[in-house]
């Protein structure tokens, strides 16, 4: 009964991102472009929910796997996009679409394997190591592609330019439904109760035969595979990217979504990612005190209300009478 | 801002290169030894890394300037090692203090909870730091004023080395060596050693965990201060930012030194500042971009996981239930 109702409104999501988006044109730019964010924001926290919520460790450079998610797809549309419509019999919505969905596909999957590299070694630890390897990895993109010759592939400090405007309402929430969709099914399955375990206790988890260095790489890879497709509809979206865009604030904007929503609660993040990009973007004005207001509601948060506004089992109670 | 380390007819002389830079690194790493020594010494009792504590470093570094500001016309009719040591300990004795308050106010209320909630509170505690500089201090880079007088001392062959480099290394070795004697002699000392080994047991035998934890983050702080004032006079231009990479270097000096063990971190913070003064002077031999020395933390960090997580001083130590 709960998968058919899951599958429904997947179905229905898919359907209704659809339909708003050929009728997007009837939107407001400004308008339009907050709710693109929105999407993006919420495949970033649900991906990141992932990992520090469902399976308990603490990436801090989710915003370097949408560095490697963007570039790796800007790449693909940018350097064999034309190729590629040619094959597809010239440019039309079809070639447009396929080229996007490939080079969606390649950004996510890029970022997969850097999350494999990154997560391999310092998962085989403690929580805290994964927080500074991934912090480290985040400057080490940044740095790496700043040094980057100006005119090769990745265009050094400034970036890439003339990306593409692929990204469409669709595109957004389609992939938002598939995100959510996924790691809720993955989550509610039998060999998702084993992230669970390795959260609740990773001892004793693992005296019950789970191999939770497994476990962990696999969250930590499935979250960064769709932080990279996040990266990939940000690039398409902003059509420019360059490396400060994917710093290590970026990432703590996610974390304080994952932790002020509720660490493990996928509507508690959903929402936390809403409101926070909604929040962002008419607080423009207070640029110099957000930073001090999150940094403070991390602390808050931790000390009087550790479990999130909208924690995992505030929805869940029904359920299990 | 590090002009003595490409010496004009260095190439001519390969062996004194080496040795140049070999030098240059171990002032450096110093520096990064004595910030490591915070990490590893609050690991050693809390069982965390306080992401805090290259924010302790900056705020050493902003209280040596604004005590000079403050300071001036008497710092004038001192001879300069005395404003200097008068500097260096008020610095260290303020941000001791700060960072009692810090573990006062953020981490004691959390002594119980999951070590995941700690960690948040602790980046939090880090970025509140950080922004709260910003906007205190101005987020533009500051002249650090010069408190130890310029000038190459002599009859080194073809070795440069300035007083600064000198006093820096002097200072570092001495509160090294005064570390060394607090934690092993006094008996502060002995109840910080004993907390590290059992929390419960130090607690039966009368030892004041609470007072020992807070020393330790006033030593640790103490230190963190003083290597950020030597830094600034290396360094002379401090932002509310300086901290973030020597304090995540420092961090995986501690990690390399063995986290926990006091001598390992000192080991470690030369190893890293020789290594990565190498690599950036070589960086032409090694056709790499000289802006790659910020990585080459990073992939220590990540051999060291990969191969002996440990350490290279640390013992392995099994969790047990």
Known sequence: MKHHTSHFALLLALAVSLGVSLCSSQLDDYYLDIMLNVGINVILAVSLNLVNGHTGQFSLGHAAFMAVGAYGSSMVTLEMGASMMRVLGGAGPVAESVTFLVALLVGGVSAAVCGWIVGMPSLRLRGDYLAIVTLGFNEIIRVVLQNTNGDGPFGGALGLKGIPAYTSFFWVFATAAIAIYTIGALVNSTYGRGFLAVRDDEIAGESMGINTTRYKVLAFVIGSFFAGLAGGLYAHLRTTISPEGFNFLKSVDVVVMVILGGMGSTVGVIVAAVVLTVLNEFLRDFEQYRMIVFSLLLIVMMIVRPQGLLPAGLFQRRKRA | ?321
């Open chain 2, 1 to 321: 801002m590090q002009g003595q380390r490409y010496e004009p007819f260095a190439h001519h002389f390969p062996l004194s290169q080496f040795l140049q830079q070999l030098l240059n690194g171990l002032f450096l790493g110093s520096i990064y030894a004595l910030i490591a020594l915070g990490y590893t010494m609050v690991y050693g009792v809390l069982r965390f890394i306080n992401f805090a504590h290259g924010d302790v470093f900056m705020l050493g570094a902003f209280t040596g300037l604004y005590l000079h500001k403050l300071l001036g016309p008497m710092m004038a009719m001192m001879p300069w090692p005395v404003a200097m040591l008068v500097i260096l300990l008020l610095a260290m004795i303020i941000c001791a203090a700060a960072g009692i308050l810090i573990e006062f106010l953020a981490y004691r209320p959390l002594r119980d909870k999951p070590r995941l909630n700690v960690l948040i509170t602790a980046i939090g505690v880090s970025l509140l730091l950080e922004y709260t500089a910003q906007l205190v201090f101005g987020a533009t880079q500051q002249p650090f004023p010069v408190i130890i007088p310029k000038g190459n001392i002599g009859g080194l062959g073809g070795l440069t080395v300035t007083i600064t480099q000198v006093i820096v290394l002097v200072t570092a070795v001495v509160l090294m060596i005064a570390l060394r004697f607090i934690v092993m002699k006094t008996k502060l000392g002995m109840a910080m050693r004993a907390l590290s080994l059992n929390p419960t047991a130090s607690a039966l035998m009368g030892v004041n965990n609470s007072v020992v934890i807070s020393f330790t983050f006033g030593l640790g702080s103490a230190l963190a201060a003083a290597g950020g004032i030597l830094y600034a006079s290396l360094y002379p231009s401090i932002e509310p930012f300086m901290g973030v990479l020597p304090g995540l270097k420092a961090f995986v000096a501690a990690v390399l030194g063995g986290i926990g063990n006091i001598p390992g971190a000192a080991l470690g913070g030369l190893i890293i500042g020789v290594t990565e003064t190498l690599v950036a002077g070589y960086s032409d031999t090694l056709g790499i971009p000289s802006g790659y020395r910020d990585g080459v933390a990073f992939v220590i960090l990540i051999l060291i996981l990969l191969f002996k997580p440990s350490g290279l001083l640390g013992k392995a130590e099994r969790e047990k239930v």
